[in-house]
């Protein structure tokens, strides 16, 4: 499990890479910007989709320093096993938060967000923070 653990703190690490601010993608159309718009154009959920388009989108900038930090919180609490269950917890939204956003998108791979959640799912569930972690 603590192999898992840091596995999923390398991806939330990854993620955090391409994340640009201050204006994630906005005035360019791509970057964060580009993959939380996806939601509003291929939806996967409509009452997400439009929480989105009327909330999210017109506060953007608000929302993507929001992002960044949760990201890079996650990929802090897991790489190091701190606050190993708040950090699977807040995996486990943030993963479906990006699944409901680009799920429907053409060429992506849905099931790679139900495999994420699933992760932070078992490591809400397991001692993952007992091994090889601050939480030890």
Known sequence: MAFLRVLAGLL???NVSWKRAPD???DAGNGLYRFTK???ENPVFPPYSWLVEHLILPSF?????MVLLSETALAVLLLSGAYVRLAALLGVGQSLAIGL????????????YWMMIGIHVALLFSAAGRVL????
């Open 61 to 65: 900038g608000v929302f993507g320093w």
């Open 12 to 14: 939330w690490l990854y």
């Open 38 to 40: 996806d939601a509003v």
């Open 101 to 112: 956003s680009v799920a429907a998108t053409p060429g992506e791979w849905p099931w790679a």
């Open 24 to 26: 994630f993608g906005q």
């Open 133 to 136: 972690a601050v939480d030890a």
